[in-house]
């Protein structure tokens, strides 16, 4: 029977989670929760995302994300692929780590939004040694929201959670856990439970929130790029070997990826003659571009915001 097709929305936040087959842990050392965190920071920062809350369980992940627009299959392929592979060559083994794929609702008011990061940070209470000490679980955010440790890592974003118990920031941390302690045993907990457990068998998404939009044509993009970096995009897009407009180019490649979605394959066909390990290049070298150079750093965010 075909799988039910997945409902997405551009301007949604969502509650994700993933699960390993049956017969083997997700992580088998903290070595690999690490490593998996660090994917989660790169993929977060390459398509410009905020990842509210996380939790690393042994065979399990809850991620509630807001793509800021990107596409969530996107993302999530990206960073499950990366994790397998990486997995699959240091235990040497072959085929499958996760079990089907990722399951994810839309969070959709702010009850919904508080109730879900509490029921994430709640989920370090099922592992040995942490009930009533949930904060300390150094794989969860909870231990940033409550300021228990430093937010070192840089994934996640916890004001738009704590902006929502006042002001001041210690005070938000106080009322915020105990927030999260009170909702422990409501039936509340066990519906975002059973609510995602659905999802996954399902893989459907079940409402919609407004945020960000990246509906920008390649068209739109190049030309704004050309714009703001006093160069022609159109030209540098397609030029061969040319040392001056190699940068135009690996930025452009990278942000039509980012911003307007297209895939490897797409932007081969955009591009034309160019192998899609090509693209992938390009795409990484446009990513290093904003991170080590202000003036496409600026220009990317200028493009995002416009998005």
């Known amino acids: 029977m075909p799988r039910a097709a997945r409902k997405k929305s551009e301007e949604a936040m969502y509650h994700v989670m993933s699960r390993s087959i049956s017969e083997v842990d997700l992580f088998q050392c903290d070595e690999d929760k690490d490593y998996y965190l660090s994917l989660l ?23 509630y994300i807001n793509p800021c627009g990107f596409d969530i299959s996107t993302f999530m392929r990206c960073l499950n692929n990366a994790y397998v592979s990486y997995f699959n060559r240091k235990y040497g083994r072959h085929g499958h780590l996760f079990q089907g794929r990722f399951a ?20 370090a209470r099922d592992l040995p040694g942490y009930a009533e000490k949930e904060e300390y679980y150094r794989y969860s955010s909870y231990g940033i929201y409550t300021g228990y440790r430093e937010n ?13 118990f006042g002001k001041d920031r210690n005070t938000a941390r106080q009322k915020y856990k105990s927030f999260t ?3 422990k045993e409501t039936g509340i907990m066990k519906e975002v439970g059973d609510t995602i457990i659905k999802a996954y068998t399902e893989n459907v998404y079940v ?10 044509t390649p068209e739109e993009i190049i030309y704004k ?5 006093d160069r022609r995009a159109n030209e540098s897009l397609r030029a061969k070997y040319s040392r001056d407009a190699s940068k135009i180019r690996a930025f452009t490649v990278y942000v039509m990826r980012a ?49």
Not at 50 to 56: A, E, F, Q, S, V
Not at 207 to 216: D, G, L, N, T
Not at 288 to 307: C, G, H, M, P, V
């Open 181 to 183: 302690e009170s909702m």
């Open 207 to 216: 409402s919609e929130k407004r945020y960000i939009m990246r509906k920008r």
């Open 259 to 307: 911003i307007c979605g297209y895939t490897y394959k797409s932007l081969c066909e955009y591009i034309g003659n160019m192998s899609m390990s090509g693209v992938s290049r390009l795409t990484k070298e446009g990513f290093r571009l904003i991170k080590e150079d202000s003036r496409y750093r600026n220009t990317f965010n200028t493009l995002i915001q416009a998005s």
């Open 225 to 229: 790029i050309s714009g703001f970096l």
């Open 41 to 63: 920071k790169h993929y977060k920062e390459k398509y410009h995302c905020k990842i509210y809350c996380y939790i690393l369980m042994s065979n399990h992940v809850h991620i």
């Open 104 to 123: 994810s609702t839309i969070v959709d008011n702010d009850t919904y939004s508080l109730t879900l990061s509490a029921y994430i940070h709640n989920n």
């Open 152 to 164: 070192i890592e840089g994934i996640v974003d916890t004001d738009f959670i704590l902006s929502h």
